[in-house]
């Protein structure tokens, strides 16, 4: 053989293991994107909750091997708007339980000294949270999800204290795989 036939065989042998090897990285990339013990890549949950005093609607959920998302819902106030109208404090909190044992995820607090805060208002969009899911999240599924509840912190016209824990179950979920 000439020196032309065997450059022409180490160049397609050259180019069939660059064209294997890159194939072979993509695929463990998509496979490391993959959440822990699953084929999904991501999971969306919706909960919704309903109280005697407050109801939750659409609190998100969304799970991916890297980041976990809590939030955008809204509350609503289930009794008179009055009796909450001159209100100096208001509290809300999202929690999981693990192990038995309540985890505050995402909690927001108003309070006024010289007058009141105006409730109605400010629960219309309820803030989030983004992050780096801590250990126990990525295994978690929307049965987990279940144990979870917003709890809810006020003090009425009176001045008088209430706290309500308002249990959430998942309405919507979907994932998506590759």
């Known amino acids: 053989m000439n020196v032309r036939k065997w450059s022409l065989i180490v160049i397609a042998i050259l180019l069939v293991t660059n064209g294997v090897t890159l194939g072979l990285l993509i695929q463990s990339k998509h496979k490391s994107d993959k959440l822990p013990g699953s084929d999904k890549r ?6 919704n909750g309903k109280g005697q005093n407050w109801q939750i609607k659409d609190y998100k959920v969304v799970r991916t091997a890297f980041s976990i998302f809590h939030g955008n819902g809204s509350l609503a106030y ?10 100096t404090y208001f509290e809300y909190g999202y929690y999981k339980m693990h192990e038995g044992k309540p ?15 105006d409730i109605l208002t400010n629960i219309k969009h309820l803030g989030s949270i983004e ?10 599924t929307a049965q987990g999800l279940f144990d979870s509840y917003m709890e809810v912190s006020w003090k009425d016209n009176q001045g008088k204290m209430h706290t309500e824990q308002v ?6 979920e979907f994932s998506g795989k590759e």
Not at 42 to 47: D, G, K, P, R, V
Request: overall charge negative; glycine content about 6%.
């Open 167 to 172: 249990p959430m179950s998942v309405t919507e």
């Open 42 to 47: 991501w999971e969306f949950f919706t909960l």
């Open 131 to 140: 992050g780096a899911p801590s250990p126990w999240e990525p295994a978690d």
């Open 78 to 87: 289930l009794g008179n708007p009055q009796d909450i109208k001159d209100s």
């Open 103 to 117: 985890w505050a995820i995402h909690r927001h607090s108003a309070s006024s000294v010289n007058g009141s805060i």
